[in-house]
């Protein structure tokens, strides 16, 4: 292709421990679990691993396997309401396959870095 890529859109690589619930599964609510996952972006994929109390071992180095994974492509990210949760500084992430995801973090530049790795990488996948 003739496309050449623009330095600002290379391939998202992004981790860290973010506390996690799904709330939608297959588009039916589910009951709340929040989590402490260790959090992998890559590509349009957003991979999620149980904390290990630590964040040391994580599934590339092949201890463990993701815990679930949801694809970005087609999905929407924002930030929740107050009605979705308590809590500071949520992000609710909606996914075409019907899993809708609240992702938080007690540091709040933390979760705003999140935010716009999740809103950039939604829109550079857009076209797919
Ligand atoms: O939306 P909810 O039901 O108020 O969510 C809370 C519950 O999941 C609660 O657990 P129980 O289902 O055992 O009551 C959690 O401890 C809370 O953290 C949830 O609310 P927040 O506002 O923290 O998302």
Do not use: M, Y
């Amino acid at each position: 292709s003739a496309h050449v890529q623009d330095p600002a859109d290379k391939p998202s690589e992004k981790c860290g421990i973010l506390n996690v619930t799904k709330i939608t599964e297959n588009g039916k609510k589910v009951r709340k679990n929040w989590t402490s996952s260790w959090t992998v972006l890559q590509g349009s994929t957003l991979l999620f691993a149980k904390g290990q109390g630590g964040g040391t071992s994580w599934f590339g180095g092949g201890q463990s396997k993701p815990e679930f994974t949801v694809d970005l492509k087609g999905g929407s990210v924002d930030w929740a309401s107050k009605d979705k949760s308590s809590k500071k500084h949520v992000i609710e992430l909606k996914t075409r396959q019907g899993t809708d995801l609240l992702i938080q973090s007690e540091n709040d530049s933390v979760v705003n870095d999140w935010f716009k790795a999740l809103q950039d990488t939604i829109s550079n996948h857009a076209s797919e």
